[in-house]
């Protein structure tokens, strides 16, 4: 069970390096917005939500895996973690899936 311990609070570092790369990946893309003429499309408004959303839950998905590393209970602990993964997996499927559907969908300054 100590393995199981050690798994989940590796895959809470792991999530936390994904909350900063997040991040980075937000700040990069703010900074970048409407150039060179100043204009905002649609699904940049649209995308700083998703990168605002993804942050997050990167946070607390480190936050649960953390909790699962210290206090999780020993015969339950693989489910949880099992369960945790598949969840995270689950919710990146369907960012991505947002992602596509918003850049397909919403005008992102592709000129003409």
């Not at 393995?3 to 895959?11: I, N």
């Not at 990069?28 to 150039?35: K, N, P």
């Not at 700083?48 to 946070?59: D, H, K, M, T, V």
């Not at 590393?69 to 598949?86: F, H, Y």
Request: aromatic letters at 18%.
């Amino acid at each position: 069970m100590r393995f199981l311990r050690t798994t989940a609070g590796l895959f809470g570092i792991l999530g936390l390096a994904s909350a900063w790369i997040f991040y980075e990946l937000f700040v990069v893309h703010i900074y970048g917005l409407g150039f060179p003429d100043g204009y905002i499309s649609d699904f940049d408004n649209a995308q700083r939500s998703l990168f605002i959303l993804c942050n997050w839950e990167s946070i607390i998905f480190s936050a649960v895996l953390f909790f699962l590393c210290r206090k999780g209970k020993n015969e339950r602990i693989a489910k949880q973690l099992s369960m945790a993964l598949i969840f995270q997996i689950l919710f990146l499927i369907v960012i991505f899936a947002i992602d596509y559907l918003l850049y397909i969908r919403l005008d992102h300054g592709q000129g003409g």
